[in-house]
Nanobody
Framework: QVQLVESGGGLVQAGGPLRLSCAAS????????MGWFRQAPGKERDFVAA????????YYADSMKGRFTISRDNAKNTVYLQMNSLKPEDTAVYYC??????????????WGQGTQVTVSS
């Protein structure tokens, strides 16, 4: 069993940075690949980025490449999403998930409650 808690969301101006954190409970965290998704009002939950259990492989949605960076610290049971050059269209609730590096939500076993990111123009 893995419990996930996101933090770091908030209001930021367009062009600014923000770093999200996802703290996980459970000693098996380091064995789980992890992902970040986001969901804007009235839209589906979309893939943002994913990282292998070791951190050696990362994956990004095309629109995030070069702006977002996923990383993890297994000693701290935490995965991060560094977001730079934020745009108003990045406004969404951001979720972390454990269990896969897939781009589909159904592949993941555990989800956090989400953290709101709002980018003002």
């Amino acid at each position: 069993q893995v419990q996930l808690v996101e933090s770091g969301g908030g209001l930021v101006q367009a062009g600014g940075p923000l770093r999200l954190s996802c703290a996980a409970s459970g000693r098996t965290f380091r064995t789980y690949p992890m992902g970040w998704f986001r969901q804007a009002p009235g839209k589906e939950r979309d893939f943002v980025a994913a990282i292998s259990w070791s951190g050696g492989s990362t994956y990004y949605a095309d629109s995030m490449k070069g702006r977002f960076t996923i990383s993890r610290d297994n000693a701290k049971n935490t995965v991060y999403l560094q977001m730079n050059s934020l745009k108003p269209e990045d406004t969404a609730v951001y979720y972390c998930a454990a269990g896969s590096t897939s781009r589909t939500t159904r592949a993941y076993d555990y989800w956090g409650q989400g953290t709101q990111v709002t980018v003002s123009s």
